[in-house]
């Protein structure tokens, strides 16, 4: 199960996006692990010592934006109970990883409930995950495709993982 976060329309910046839990690095944060684990813990009360970092991906760019991201994963026991930070957080999605395929994947420039989104994008239950969220589901999805876990996502002309 991979935990999503759908943003507040009240933030300066993504409003109503889907992403993952994490955030930009404070100057106190010594690393991208503690920053994900202070990012999740501030947005979803998760607490830090329950989550087992596994690894990092790969850093990249933000196409619109310019940010770095490292993408963080952890694994967590058991089903944390949540709750979401009211001045970020809208809601909170549990999405099984059988779920995030080829199937549900769709490529750029495609259209939803009148929005044309200018990345490819994951439809799950009617909820767009798409831009860097994207990115990150494709990169895990392909580091576990090498590791034999899962199927690999199709090609992707706009990014392709080291």
């Known amino acids: 199960m991979l935990i999503f976060t759908v943003r507040t329309n009240t933030l300066p910046s993504h ?5 993952f839990p994490g ?3 404070d100057p106190s944060d010594v690393s991208a692990r503690h920053t994900a684990l202070r990012e999740t813990h501030e947005e979803i009360s ?14 990249f760019p933000t196409f619109v934006t310019g940010y770095n991201v490292t993408p963080v994963v952890g694994f967590i ?3 944390p109970e949540v709750v ?3 001045a970020e ?4 999605l549990w999405v099984p990883l059988s ?10 420039g495609f259209i939803h409930r009148g929005s044309t989104y200018p990345t490819e994008a994951w439809v799950w239950n009617d909820h767009v995950i798409w831009g860097v969220t994207a990115r990150i589901i494709r990169l895990f999805l392909a580091r576990l495709a090498e590791a034999g876990l899962v199927d690999a996502p199709g090609p992707d002309p706009w990014f392709q993982p080291r």
């Open 15 to 19: 409003k109503g996006q889907i992403s």
């Open 23 to 25: 955030g930009s690095i």
């Open 46 to 59: 998760v607490e830090p010592d329950t989550v087992a970092i596994v690894g990092e991906l790969d850093t």
């Open 77 to 79: 026991q058991e089903r």
């Open 84 to 86: 979401p930070n009211p």
């Open 89 to 92: 957080v809208a809601e909170v």
């Open 99 to 108: 779920e995030l395929d080829d199937t549900i994947r769709s490529e750029p």
